[in-house]
């Protein structure tokens, strides 16, 4: 059976998210017999589906051709198409933070998706909320009709989107990320390290809120052998580095883009506080190597990836002053973390690639076309 994913770019396993997890069940799919290749625009899209023959389309949602696709389901009778959606529906409701986009405009950073965003912003606030909702519901109905099956990561995300585009609950089915990882060998004692591991973008992943909750637990002397270390990039670097410049924040690190498997691998603590997710690599990521995941409840698999309390720690979303304390207690107590490492690496086992990919498996031998 042929396999083709459609995405944005050809698909690096070193990069993160959509692409990433593309190339981790790629590869998955081989092992078992598919027969799978990835489109990202090479050439007219009807014309590599007649080339390739009978397959099943997985369309990695949110993707600039998913237009295309569907425009071309007609022209293509004799496949099936899957949406697969990587991301929170209505994240486009996700409010900018004025001291970062006065920053971007000023430095001329990303400067048209930060007016474009701006206006977005300004037209939520302008435009009546039911002339808001038509233009999302019109987004999101994009793959009804269209779609044989829509996947999501989460069963959280399901009643999300269908109170933005109301429509055939039949249609969804919930089947997770798998892990990034195919061996971890871990070491007998974590570093006094606490890890992110993000794009650096603020709009998203609110790293600021991170270093101003850094920034105040270390006013307490006795965390100063703690070091924050911080594994991506992105627009918005230079401006967390000037503010940790202009704070005077001890003991941060910006390690660029890098590997991030051995950085897990040492640091005791991750630390995760996202305005939204999908599902959050990095989470199962983190937990896959023994670090301890504290993050926001702000998106819906949240609460299917951490147990509060077990394997990670769940902070209602933007109580800085629980993060600090959730943060100060680990840091402090070396058993707890020491136990919680090993919950969060047994609890990983449920993503592993084997058991995600024999979910797709199943779904396929349903939709074989």
């Not at 692409?19 to 007219?44: C, H, K, N, P």
């Not at 397959?55 to 569907?70: A, D």
């Amino acid at each position: 059976m042929k396999i083709v994913y459609v995405t944005d770019s050809a698909v690096n396993p070193e990069s993160g998210g959509i692409a990433r997890i593309t190339y981790v069940m790629s590869e998955a799919l081989r092992t078992l017999g598919y027969d799978v290749s990835v489109y990202y625009g090479q050439e007219d899209f009807v014309v590599y589906i007649q080339k390739t023959g009978k397959c099943i389309i997985l369309v990695q949602s949110p993707c600039k051709f998913v237009q295309q696709v569907y425009a071309s389901k007609d022209a293509l009778p004799e496949v099936k198409m899957v949406h697969v959606f990587h991301g929170t529906p209505g994240f486009e409701l996700v409010p900018l933070r004025w001291d970062i986009t006065k920053y971007h405009l000023c430095h001329n950073i990303e400067r048209t998706w930060t007016l474009k965003q701006l206006c977005l912003q300004i037209g939520m606030a302008l435009l009546p909320k039911k002339c808001f909702a038509n233009l999302l519901r019109k987004k999101y109905s994009q793959p009804y009709g269209k779609a044989d099956k829509i996947v999501v990561l989460s069963p959280g995300l399901i009643d999300q989107y269908q109170t933005i585009a109301p429509g055939c609950r039949d249609s969804f089915m919930v089947i997770p990320n798998a892990l990034s990882f195919e061996k971890v060998t871990l070491p007998k004692a974590k570093e006094k390290e606490v890890l992110v591991v993000a794009r650096l973008e603020d709009w998203h992943k609110r790293i600021s809120e991170i270093l101003e909750i850094w920034e105040e637990v270390q006013q307490d002397k006795q965390y100063g052998d703690w070091i924050l270390r911080i594994v991506g990039d992105g627009v918005d670097k230079s401006y967390y580095e000037a503010f940790v410049q202009r704070k005077h924040i001890p003991n941060i690190c910006f390690e660029g883009q890098q590997n991030s498997q051995p950085y897990y691998q040492r640091a005791g603590l991750f630390l995760m506080t996202s305005a939204c997710e999908g599902w959050g690599l990095t989470i199962t990521e983190a937990q896959q190597c023994g670090c301890v995941p504290i993050l926001y409840d702000s998106f819906a698999s949240a609460k299917d990836i951490i147990n509060s309390g077990k394997n990670g720690v769940l902070i209602a979303n933007r109580d800085k002053a629980a993060y600090v304390e959730a943060l100060k207690g680990l840091m402090t107590d070396d058993d707890l973390r020491k136990q919680m490492s090993e919950a969060c690496v047994k609890s990983s086992e449920r993503f592993s690639v084997e058991n995600v990919a024999t979910q797709w498996n199943e779904l396929f031998h349903q939709l074989e076309p």
